[in-house]
């Protein structure tokens, strides 16, 4: 019998059965308790049932703590509609397929471990990957969302209707981000407490600048108009230079990468040809050193690297 049949049987299994213990977590999730658990993070609340008191517990420790609450701002921030809890079940599911599908094509232990933490790896990246693009599109359009609003805003239009007309006439990121602040404001949240959550969502220093300034002009007054247009003159400029460091900097962004990741690539791919053949790294004794020296000096090269580029990347 060919080993895909059963490889393909458990994964289908494993898959089941994280999709059948989500379905379980999210008819048992609880009701917000203030208004800012419904203005922050992208949650889609159920109706309340009565719960045992292990899915309560486990509902606890996943939802109210500190590792939990990162994970949901990174899910605000790459738009994508799901809890911590759920999240963290399709690492789990992610990681139990990989390593499944690694044990059946190797037939070796370390080669489903390996492929299984490739697995579990990819939910996250996909997270990030999504988070950064989208907040580089929001940087870019800074410059085209203050100049809508300066121009609304000398039509004689208040700042509400110079939000709704960036949620009308703006694309994606921008105008699910002032959509969220217009929807925080008619919940009751200050308009300065709603911006403010906007710039934590998104991590960008020039709407930092821009939210300073509205709050300024909402406590003591003064042209708005005026203040936004300058702001968007120096934001618009800014945006110009770091999109030249970008360009000139991409071949070296592009090399850190594949060098990362390579070796990485590159050992899964020998483990799955030929177990045998890289079983012998992994050896009591001494040869156990040399992928351990190799791990620790790839990531202190890449850190090196990353340090170099900082200052190219938008955040």
């Known amino acids: 019998m060919s080993p895909w049949i059963p490889a393909i049987a458990v994964a289908s ?3 089941i059965i994280m999709y059948g213990l989500q379905k379980w977590l999210l008819s048992h999730g609880s009701k917000p308790r203030n208004i800012s658990d419904v203005v922050k993070p992208p949650v889609v609340y159920r109706r309340e049932k009565r719960t045992s008191l292990l899915a309560q517990r486990l509902n606890n420790a996943v939802n109210h703590s500190r590792f939990s609450r990162a994970i949901s701002m990174d899910l605000a921030r790459a738009n994508i509609p799901m809890k911590p809890s759920e999240f963290l079940l399709l690492i789990v599911g992610a990681g139990a397929v990989g390593m499944v599908f690694g044990m059946a094509v190797s037939h070796n232990f370390i080669g489903g471990v390996m492929s299984g933490i490739l697995g579990a790896f990819l939910p996250r990246w996909y997270m990030v990957r999504r988070e950064q693009k989208r907040l580089k599109e929001f940087h870019n359009q800074i410059p085209d969302i203050l100049g809508l609003m300066t121009s609304a ?3 004689g239009y208040g700042l509400n ?7 009308n006439e703006m694309p994606a990121p921008a105008s699910e981000e002032f959509d969220r602040v217009m929807r925080e404001t008619n919940l009751g949240v200050g308009i300065t407490d709603a911006f403010q959550h906007m710039v934590e969502r998104t991590k960008n220093k020039d709407m930092e600048l821009v939210v300073t300034a509205i709050s300024i002009q909402h406590e003591v007054g003064g042209n708005l108009g005026d203040i936004l247009e300058n702001i968007s003159e120096t934001i618009r400029e800014r945006v110009r ?5 970008q360009v000139m900097t991409a071949q070296q962004r592009m090399s850190g990468y594949v060098l990362t990741a390579l070796p990485f690539l590159l050992g899964l791919a020998l483990m799955l ?3 045998d053949y890289m079983m012998g790294m992994f050896q009591p004794g001494w040869p156990i050193l040399m992928p351990i020296s190799a791990l620790v000096m790839m990531g ?3 850190m ?4 170099i580029i900082k200052g190219s990347e938008v955040y």
């Not at 209707?161 to 949620?167: E, L, N, T």
């Not at 230079?241 to 460091?245: H, L, T, V």
């Open 13 to 15: 299994s494993v898959f």
């Open 153 to 155: 805003l000398r039509a």
């Open 161 to 167: 209707h110079a939000m709704k007309m960036v949620v």
């Open 241 to 245: 230079i770091r999109g030249e460091i």
């Open 273 to 275: 040809i030929n177990p």
């Open 300 to 302: 202190i090269g890449y």
């Open 304 to 307: 090196i690297m990353r340090a």
